[in-house]
Nanobody
């Protein structure tokens, strides 16, 4: 079982940028797809980005054009570059293996808080 540790969150103003990192406890080379998820208080957790390889990525409509997901298998790390942040992006962000629609890995990390506010 691979576990993940997220970091890079913080408080930013609307229009600002953050880069989130997700470090895995094991080798992610054989993980087919990784995803970034977010959950705001009182709301359902949602998948915002998924990556198989640099040429095979997917994004939720709400973040398309603003967020970029990438992975560095040699560093066992997945990144989420977030630009043009909006207040509605405020949430706890998690990474996990993406196994299919509505299916993720069995263990979630602590996540990293992203707050977008003026």
């Amino acid at each position: 079982q691979v576990h993940f540790v997220e970091s890079g969150g913080g408080l930013v103003q609307p229009g600002g940028s953050l880069r989130l990192s997700c470090v895995a406890s094991g080798n992610i080379f054989n993980i087919y797809a990784m995803g970034w998820y977010r959950q705001a208080p009182g709301k359902q957790r949602e998948l915002v980005a998924r990556i198989i390889s640099s040429s095979r990525t997917n994004y939720a409509d709400s973040v398309k054009g603003r967020f970029t997901i990438s992975r560095d298998n040699a560093k066992n790390t997945v990144y989420l570059q977030m630009n043009s942040l909006k207040p509605e992006d405020t949430a706890v962000y998690y990474c996990n293996e993406h196994l299919g629609v509505g299916v993720a890995g069995g263990y979630w990390g602590q996540g990293t808080q992203v707050t977008v506010s003026s």
